[in-house]
């Protein structure tokens, strides 16, 4: 019997698996991958299969399964990198994309003088609603769409950053592009598992906390009558003291007490410390991979990348021993832990 055209294309994405794998267990997967997309009426891989098939596929190939991290584990990673792409998306799009109309003379000249995007600075405009789309289907529990979304923003920005390369189309700062990738590959890695509507709304606010607190401490670097200077899109990406330049600024600060906190919390619920140590490497690539950029030799490199560093080496241990207890059979739940989580209280 011939192959379907969707098997080929599901076999084709199996051979990101090592031999032994797809000989063990390829037919059994591809038969259940083409029950799913008869049910649902598909004739072509999903972005979230074919994200699902590639990164696990790479991780066996380099003996790193992802099933080798507790499912408390990644669950919380997943809420962590979730609730921040959603936050920072929803903020840039606000704060960094929406032109004014008309454009006013004194605001100056837009970022590298390239073309808009329809009534937006840049094409991230295309990328920032898919992650807070996917925040939501999250919450309503639509897991695969929320998997399906955060494939199509991790394709989005691959797609931002060709077309910004093949046109004068204007793009975000690739630094950010980046960080937002790698948030959108957490947050796919750990939605396989329900994510528990508390923790996602819990971790938004506080996010949205933070990037309020960038937002005002930004406002009040600029003179008083510096608002035309605030307002124009093209100051929130690359303006000094705007809203992307004050978020990077606080970020050291942020990142320290949000491990600390994270800590704490692991004492009773392990696999804390280890998201926030993941997550908390992501966001602050955006200050170093600038500072060394722009600033090889002035204080913002010393900050961002000294600062970093220092803090790096204790963070990683207290995620290490985080990831072993979270890890251990013995980690259960006991009867003062709430009930949300009872569905993670065995991690393997």
Known sequence: MTPSRLEVAYRRLLRCYPPRWRRDHGDEV???????????????????????????????????????????????????????????????????????DPWPAYAGDLAGGGLTFGPFLTVGAAIYPLPVAAFVAALLGARRAARSLLGLTCLAVCAAVLVAALTDIERPPLYLLLVLFLLAGMALAGTPTKLHRRGLLTAAALFVLFLAVAEGYS????????????????????????????????LPATVIL?????????????????????VGTAWPLMPIIKATRYYTWGWEADYAGGGFLLILGPTALAAVLDLSRAASPHTLKTPHQP??????????
């Open 258 to 278: 949000g491990i600390t906190v994270a800590t704490v919390i692991s004492v009773r619920r392990p696999g804390w410390t280890v998201a926030a140590f993941v």
């Open 30 to 100: 591809v038969a259940t991958l083409l029950d799913l997309a008869d049910a649902a009426g598909r004739t072509r891989p999903s972005p979230a299969d074919i994200a699902d098939l590639v990164a696990h596929g790479l991780a066996a190939r380099l003996g790193a399964s992802l099933g080798l991290v507790p499912v408390v584990v990644r669950q919380r990673i997943a809420i962590l990198a979730l609730a921040s792409l959603a936050a920072l998306s929803s903020d840039l799009f606000v704060v960094a994309e929406v032109l004014p």
């Open 339 to 348: 009930a949300e989580d009872q569905d993670t209280a065995t991690t393997k």
């Open 219 to 250: 406002c009040l670097l600029v003179r008083p009558d510096g608002y035309a200077y605030y307002a124009n899109p093209s100051t929130a990406y690359r303006g000094p003291e705007g809203p992307v330049d004050t978020i990077q600024a606080i």
